[in-house]
């Protein structure tokens, strides 16, 4: 069983640039939500998907938008790139319906977006 | 004040010690805590999740939460060198599978 895949690993952009992250969820799963890492902190939440709507959002600029597939696999896009964009983009994958210690998220192994 | 404090460390402890990782919260909503292991350069594994206040124990590691004080603790028994990384506690008010609010992390070192 696959658990939360993530594409690309890696990716290098200047300012201004755009990108796009993609998140396959664990199967089973149908919920995606997106947070931020920066070096040396915790995870910042960004939204999160369910059935293909954006449920809930954080404290980010609208810079940042998603999209969940009917699949439940998931994009991030990041419009007008800042340098501090730079950062680990983790996605993390849960069943909408679970309660009670299974409704976890787990997460995949993130993008490493360096913005020069 | 953030809504989660964490001791960012790093904290080293010898091969076999009792490792004690802590959190304070300030906002009492919260209800489901987690605790999650993070490699260097990896994404957090989930290694705990707890409802509400009181104890739970998985092999080597316990967690426990004290809400009256909002306070919660990980403990790692006969510490082992492949569990040095950052350990992240995470909580949220409605369930697991809402926004997590996450500590800066605790960098542990186990030195053999």
């Known amino acids: 069983d696959a658990g939360v895949t993530q594409s690309p690993t890696h990716l290098i952009k200047t300012r201004g640039q755009q990108v796009t992250l993609r998140c396959s969820p664990k199967s089973g799963h149908d919920t995606v939500s997106w947070y931020q890492q920066a070096l040396g902190q915790g995870p910042q939440f960004i939204f999160q998907?369910?059935?293909?709507?954006e449920r809930q959002r954080g404290n980010f600029p609208d810079r940042f938008s998603g999209h969940q597939f009917p699949n439940y696999s998931s994009e991030l896009n990041v419009n007008a790139l800042l340098l501090g964009d730079s950062a680990l983009y983790l996605c993390?994958?849960?069943w909408g319906g679970g309660q009670g210690g299974t409704d976890t998220q787990y997460f995949g192994p993130g993008t490493r977006l360096t913005v020069l | 004040q953030k809504e989660v404090e964490q001791d960012p460390g790093p904290l080293s402890v010898p091969e076999g010690a009792i490792v004690s990782l802590n959190c304070t919260y300030s906002n009492s909503a919260f209800q489901y805590f987690m605790w999650y292991r993070q490699y260097s350069r990896k994404g957090p594994e989930l290694l705990m999740y707890t409802y509400s206040s009181g104890n739970k124990e998985d092999g080597r590691f316990t967690a426990q939460v004290d809400k009256s004080s909002k306070y919660i603790s990980l403990f790692i028994r006969d510490s082992q060198p492949s569990d040095s990384a950052t350990y992240l506690c995470?909580?949220?008010?409605?369930?697991?599978?809402?926004?997590?609010?996450f500590g800066k992390g605790t960098r542990l070192s186990v030195i053999a």
């Open positions: 998907y369910y059935e293909e709507e």
């Open positions: 995470a909580m949220s008010a409605w369930s697991g599978n809402t926004p997590l609010v």
């Open positions: 993390a994958s849960s």
